[in-house]
Structure formats: C-alpha cells, structure tokens
Nanobody
Framework: QVQLVESGGGLVQAGGSLRLSCAAS????????MGWFRQAPGKEREFVAA????????YYADSVKGRFTISKNNAKNTNYLQMNSLKPEDTAVYYC????????????????WGQGTQVTVSS
C-alpha cells in the first residue's frame, strides 16, 4: 500500500522557519517527481514546489521562490520542504504528492497524495 506521510508542520511566527518532511512507503519513489501543494481555507489547492526524480531539477511557485527549498533523499524515500522567512499568507495545509509523468504545477497529474500537515504563521 502506497503511503505519503507529511510531518513538520506547526505554528511559527512571521519570519520564522519550518522544515516539512514527506516519507514515502509502499514502493520506491526514486523515479517519481515529488511535489508540494498547499490549500488555505476557502482557497483552491495551489502548487508550491516540485523536484525531479534525480533531484537535478526543481520548480517553485513565484510566491515562495527564494524562501522555500525542496530536496530529496532517495535512499530514505523522503523529500523535504525547507521554508524560511515565513509569512502569514503561507498559512495553509501542505500536501506532499508524487507522480511519474507530471506537469509539475498541475495537481491533477500527480498519482499519490499525503493527508497534509498544517502550517500556521502568526503575524
């Protein structure tokens, strides 16, 4: 059974940092594109970041570019989202996703999803 489990969310003040982790199990995800999306209350799910299977290519939404960094450790079947200089508008549930053939920014092209982890940034 394929599972993606996010962790690392929480409450942080504006300007602070958090690191989200996404642990994958049930299969080897070394060939998958791994992505992060987020959904704030009353808003649609939006793309945050993605990383290619090799880790050689990364993609970011303009809103997080320069503040967030995505990385992966294929040996641990885990990917990470380092979030720095957090802003109140970053508050959302963050979801990890995996897909073989994806358009990095398109949620509908991902095959597997985690349950999400809450990130709350206070002003």
């Amino acid at each position: 059974q394929v599972q993606l489990v996010e962790s690392g969310g929480g409450l942080v003040q504006a300007g602070g940092s958090l690191r989200l982790s996404c642990a994958a199990s049930g299969r080897t995800f070394s060939s998958y594109v791994m992505g992060w999306f987020r959904q704030a209350p009353g808003k649609e799910r939006e793309f945050v970041a993605a990383i290619s299977w090799s880790g050689g290519s990364t993609y970011y939404a303009d809103s997080v570019k320069g503040r967030f960094t995505i990385s992966k450790n294929n040996a641990k079947n885990t990917n990470y989202l380092q979030m720095n200089s957090l802003k109140p508008e970053d508050t959302a549930v963050y979801y990890c996703a995996a897909g073989l053939r994806v358009n990095a920014g398109s949620s509908s092209t991902y095959d597997y999803w985690g349950q999400g982890t809450q990130v709350t940034v206070s002003s």
